[in-house]
């Protein structure tokens, strides 16, 4: 059993290589395989990759760290994708440029995402060749690269027959927010129903060994004026800097607040977090700091923390575990490879094409709904019609991405220009054409050429 994770300068490398190898026995793991284009990035996390196999979690899974592609998926069976095409420089640009047209910044969410989206399409595409050329015939690319909205729509035009499942961890990073809110000790207890796209959804249902806890996060929201654990409330209030959770940290904060305000407005379903960035829009803007953004907190923490960490292992041959997270993230990935791998039709949320699975959406749409996994891949449940506000706003969103795709695919302006104005965090089609203009200059490197 090879796993090859690609983008493996990653700072989320780390946690996920901890999960898999602590996983070890039902994954049934040889051989781990890092490739990346970063030669130095992933040298780094490489030898805290190898500490946390063979020192931390002492393990012989066999590790090699590499930048040649046929050696990074020769047989391999599981591909974890994760990279960050543009890399946090980019990120940078993805949330800085729209503030300055006075819009949402956000890096998988409005013109950032589309920015993101355009950058990541035929990178994506690449890895799905390697892999066809060189992997296991029967691999699985389990892919979280962002944003994934539009990597998965651009899959599915352009690589159908692919075997890959586009994923994202927000629906359990927020469950495991309400697990800890609501002082629940196990989450994967915690069940639920959901319906959307990607960082676009809505929980409608919730229970925990039987009993219904909608209501009850409804209630904790309500009284709390946020989601949030109360202890990451206190640390908030002291300006203390909330640990071990990613999720709870500054630029986070506006995030869960804004699920108060949008229960507030619609009660009906607990939203995901990311919906704030379309329903609450000039909140969003308001709260933004245009010069110092999410990109920012990242670089000064999650990616200065690791690799200081490695510099002072490689100096002193001490390493802090606090150098980076190892948690639910990894946990989630390694459960989807172990659903698939043993066949064990665990029930996951899954960003898939439609294809009826909600009756009023249409049929190619890519939906984030649950399924059973399985070894033959996702088995959707299907759901039933939804309400027409949600059925109007996602109708947006997906044409929205479709558009963007066609017009990257294609090279059309027109057609990129449309799925600016189409996006709901962008108010007049001026201004979407005003950032679409900045936005091609930023990515000259990375974007094709529109016309
Ligand atoms: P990061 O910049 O630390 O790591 C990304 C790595 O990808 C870098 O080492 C970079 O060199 C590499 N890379 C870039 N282009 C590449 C290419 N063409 N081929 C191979 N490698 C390439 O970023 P990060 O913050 O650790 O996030 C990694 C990715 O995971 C991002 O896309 C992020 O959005 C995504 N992510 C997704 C979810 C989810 O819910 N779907 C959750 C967490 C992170
Ligand atoms: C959530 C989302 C991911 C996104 C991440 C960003 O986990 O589901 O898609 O990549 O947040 O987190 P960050 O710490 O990089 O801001
Ligand atoms: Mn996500």
Redesign the pocket.
């Known amino acids: 059993m090879i796993i090859t994770i ?2 493996g ?4 490398t780390p946690g996920i290589v901890k999960s898999i190898a602590l996983r070890r026995e039902e994954l049934e793991v040889d051989e781990i395989r890092l ?4 030669r130095e ?2 040298d780094k996390v490489g030898v805290v990759v190898k500490w946390i196999l063979e020192e931390d979690v002492k393990t012989d899974i066999k590790l090699t760290v590499t930048y040649d592609k046929e050696e990074a998926y020769k047989d391999a069976n599981f591909i974890f994708a ?4 543009g ?2 420089a980019m990120r940078e640009q993805d949330e800085k440029i729209p503030l300055r047209h006075g819009c949402v910044g956000q890096e998988t969410c409005g013109a950032g995402g589309l920015a993101y989206g355009m950058r990541t399409i035929f ?1 994506m595409m690449e890895v799905i060749d390697d892999v066809e050329k060189y992997a296991a015939k029967d691999y699985w690319i389990l892919n ?3 944003p ?1 909205a539009i990597v998965s729509e651009a899959c599915r035009v352009l690589r159908p027959n692919a075997r890959i499942i586009n ?4 629906p359990i990073a927020i469950v495991d927010i309400i697990a800890q809110s609501l002082d629940i000790k196990d989450l994967h207890k915690i069940e639920y129903d959901y319906f959307g796209l990607n960082h676009f959804g809505w929980f409608t249902s919730m229970t925990y060994e039987g009993r219904d806890i909608l209501q009850e996060v409804k209630d904790y929201v309500k009284a709390h004026k946020m989601l949030l654990p109360e202890s990451n409330i206190e640390a908030i209030k002291k300006h203390v800097e909330t640990t071990g959770n990613r999720h709870a940290s500054s630029a986070w904060i506006h995030v869960w607040e804004s699920v108060y305000t949008m229960l507030e407005l619609f009660p009906d379903y607990v939203p995901n977090t990311y919906l704030n960035y379309y329903l609450l829009s000039k909140e969003s803007v308001e709260h933004s700091n245009p010069e110092h953004t999410r990109a920012n907190e ?1 670089m000064e923490t999650r ?1 200065k923390t690791l690799f200081e960490g490695i510099d002072h292992y490689l100096k002193t041959g001490e390493i802090s575990t606090k150098a980076f997270y190892a948690g639910e ?1 990894g946990n989630w990935i390694a459960d989807l490879a172990i659903a698939l791998k043993n066949d064990t039709k665990q029930r996951f949320l899954v960003i898939v094409e439609n294809r009826g699975a909600i009756p009023n959406m249409p049929y190619d749409a890519m939906v984030e709904v649950p399924a059973y996994i399985g070894k033959n891949g996702p088995e959707v449940i299907a759901q039933n019609p939804i309400p027409l506000f949600q059925q109007g706003l996602m109708m947006q969103q997906v044409n929205c991405e479709k558009l963007l795709v066609e017009g990257c695919i294609e090279g059309s302006y027109q057609k990129v220009l449309q799925a600016f104005a189409l996006n709901k965090t962008i108010p007049t089609s001026t201004v979407a054409k005003a950032i679409l203009d900045d936005m091609i200059e930023a990515n000259k490197e990375y974007w094709p050429e529109l016309k």
């Open positions: 690609v983008g300068g990653s700072t989320f490739f990346d284009i970063d990035r992933q994760q990279m960050r095409v890399k946090y990178p979280y690269s962002n994934a994923i994202c961890d927000m990242v990616e993230h």
